[in-house]
């Protein structure tokens, strides 16, 4: 089985711009979830989709949002991008409902400039 | 809301034996482990739940103390692979059929020849 799949790999974008990145999850896995993490700061929980609904929701401002799509695939989108939102942006995919077991990308890293 | 992890970091040689703890302050359903090293994405290692089960996984295991809401993740005899970030995972049931899952800040460990 093909693993989880995001893209881009890399983006340089510059303040005030916005961004979309997109996350292809593992055949069959509905759950789709997206992190952002920088140094220090661990993972840190955007929001979470399964069956195209939002199921979950960080502590992130309304300029990030996402979606999720009836084949499981999902995008991410910054908009009015700040220099603190560099960072590496991780999508995982799961199974279950419960007992989530995440199943990451490798990432997107994203730099501000 | 996120997990403590401690340390926030170790170095070890190799052979020697770690210990990482993880506490939260709210009722789990389930803890999670994973490992990510350097420039790759987190790895799944194992999940625990309720019932203050132990799991193992080659010489990592790992406990479950449901009552004071409180993980370990134990590393026996070292070797220079288990060099990484170890992060706990928190799982609550959040209304319904919603489970949510919290990552911690990350413990760094360093494994030295």
């Known amino acids: 089985k093909a693993g989880v799949t995001q893209t881009p790999r890399y983006l340089i974008k510059t303040r005030g711009q916005q961004v979309t990145l997109s996350c292809s999850p593992i055949?069959?896995?509905?759950?789709v979830s997206w992190y952002q993490q920088t140094p220090g700061q661990g993972l840190q929980f955007l929001f979470e989709y399964f069956s195209e609904t939002q199921r979950n929701k960080g502590n992130f401002p309304g300029r990030f949002s996402g979606r999720q799509f009836s084949n499981s695939r999902s995008e991410m989108n910054v908009s009015t991008l700040e220099l603190g939102d560099s960072a590496l942006y991780l999508c995982?995919?799961?199974?279950?409902?419960?007992?989530?077991?995440?199943?990451f990308g490798a990432g997107t890293r994203l730099s501000v400039l | 809301q996120q997990p403590v992890q401690s340390p926030q970091a170790v170095i070890l040689r190799e052979g020697e034996d770690a210990v990482i703890n993880c506490s939260s302050s709210?009722?789990?359903?389930?803890v999670h482990w994973y490992r990510q090293k350097h420039g790759e994405a987190p790895v799944f290692l194992m999940i625990l739940l309720k019932g203050g089960e132990q799991k193992g996984h080659d010489k990592i295991s790992a406990s479950f103390n449901e009552k004071k809401q409180q993980s370990s993740l134990y590393l026996t005899a070292s070797q220079l692979s288990y060099s990484g970030t170890y992060f706990c995972g928190t799982e609550i049931a959040s209304g319904g059929s919603n489970y949510k899952l919290t990552f911690g800040k990350g413990t760094l460990l360093t494994v030295n020849p």
């Open positions: 709210k009722a789990l359903y389930s």
């Open positions: 995982a995919s799961s199974f279950e409902i419960a007992k989530n077991i995440q199943y």
């Open positions: 055949s069959g896995h509905r759950s």
